[in-house]
């Protein structure tokens, strides 16, 4: 499997560690799959930590914004936490840096909910 | 600088189903032979990446995963440069009119930053449509600063 999700619960915060490989295909529907289950369940604190995929494409950013986007528009928040080189590169370089609020330890991004 | 540690010049081509693993094994070709040519890691990953959109492109946008076209995928180096061409055959697309995924119009649409990246990624890119239909497009990293 390219891609692995794994949901848990700090207080009233979701925390989602994905693993492996956000790209077009298996890995960017598992994302989108799981972001809309959330949302589906009301999840209004949404943290996805990134620490240990190894590479996203074009589609991964593409789900990382349009989850952002369904959790801000059903009055949630959606964060980021441990981002790799690649992946601050990527959001950079595409000006997707600051619309998220990207955190690099998970405490102080519980804290900040 | 980049040191080109294989002086023998070396050229592939293969033609693509157009299926998402085919992405996967253009972007395998592709790295291994810039590895080969003496790129680094940073280098090597943005080849790779420019690849792979570049491949994506032209399975899903050209060739629309027809089992009945081909992609037409070829990678090749010499002493100076590291070139890749993909060519799909489909309808081909006006890319004189692509939006610009920079603009704040733009920036949260979920698609649209596949050709801003390769770009972003590579020396020179270039695309062109074929007297025969479809879509060619021309990736150059090289080898030495110019």
């Known amino acids: 499997m390219s891609i692995k999700l794994n949901t848990r619960q700090v207080g009233d915060v979701s925390v989602v560690d994905v693993a492996g490989r956000i790209t077009l295909g298996e890995g960017s529907s598992a994302l989108r799959d799981t972001m809309r289950e959330m949302v589906g369940k009301n999840q209004k604190k949404i943290l996805l930590n990134l620490g240990d995929v190894s590479y996203i494409d074009s589609s991964g950013i593409g789900e990382l914004v349009s989850g952002f986007t369904t959790v801000t528009n059903n009055g949630g928040q959606l964060k980021l936490l441990n981002l790799n080189k690649r992946v601050k590169d990527l959001l950079q370089i595409t000006k997707l840096y600051t619309v998220f609020d990207v955190h690099e330890d998970e405490a102080a991004a519980i804290r900040s909910f | ?146």
């Open chain 2, 1 to 146: 600088m980049r040191e080109n540690k294989q002086q023998l010049p070396e050229t592939v081509e293969r033609f693509l189903d157009s299926t998402l693993d085919s992405v996967d094994s253009a972007e395998e070709l592709a790295v291994g032979m810039a590895q080969r040519a003496g790129f680094g890691e940073d280098d090597l990953t943005r080849i790779g990446m420019a690849v792979r959109e570049s491949v994506v492109n032209a399975v899903v946008h050209g060739n629309r995963y027809s089992a009945h076209k081909k992609v037409r995928f070829s990678v090749g180096h010499n002493s100076h440069k590291f070139t890749v061409c993909i060519a799909d055959e489909g309808e081909g697309f006006d890319f004189e009119s692509l939006p610009d995924p920079l603009a704040p119009e733009n920036i949260m649409c979920t698609s649209g930053r596949g050709i801003f990246l390769i770009r972003s990624f590579m020396d020179e890119f270039q695309m062109r449509h074929l007297d025969m239909g479809g879509t060619e497009v021309t990736l150059v990293k090289y080898l030495v600063s110019k």
